[in-house]
């Protein structure tokens, strides 16, 4: 029987923590680290990003339409060796303060980046305005 790793496990759960406090702190210098240059991003209520770069595009666009004031996560889980998901919730500013609460699904290549996010909106009723706002 193989030992189980959890190193790799809890280096996985840190960088998606990191990567959900950069939404507070407004500070993704250190996105690379965590994404890879190639990496899929599902935005829930959006189109689809492929590459690292587009992500970031997307990321100034977010900066200038919304405040994110709490980036919280209820539960981390593992799937797989590199498949974890992640029950979240935030809470933004836009032209009034909004709340939103969502799953991710994040897979992580072998570099231990993550090279596959896709957000799922939970059946939690909720009113996101930000679309078309510019703060």
């Given at each position: 029987m193989a030992e189980i790793q959890l190193a790799p496990?809890?280096?996985?759960?840190?960088?998606?923590q990191q990567y959900f406090a950069m939404w507070v702190t407004r500070d993704f210098e250190a996105l690379p680290k965590i994404f890879a240059a190639d990496c899929y991003y599902q935005e829930c209520y959006g189109p689809a990003y492929l590459s690292l770069s587009e992500i970031q595009t997307w990321i100034e666009h977010q900066l200038?339409?919304?405040?994110?004031?709490?980036?919280?996560?209820?539960r981390l889980w593992s799937a797989t060796d590199n498949m974890i998901f992640a029950q979240w919730s935030f809470t933004a500013v836009t032209d009034r303060m909004t709340q939103f609460d969502g799953l991710s699904a994040v897979h992580f290549?072998?570099?231990?980046?993550i090279d596959d996010l896709r957000e799922y909106?939970?059946?939690?009723?909720?009113d996101y305005p930000y679309h078309g706002s510019v703060l």
């Open positions: 496990t809890r280096d996985r759960e840190l960088k998606i200038r339409v919304q405040r994110v004031t709490a980036w919280s996560i209820q290549n072998l570099a231990g980046l909106q939970t059946t939690t009723a909720h």
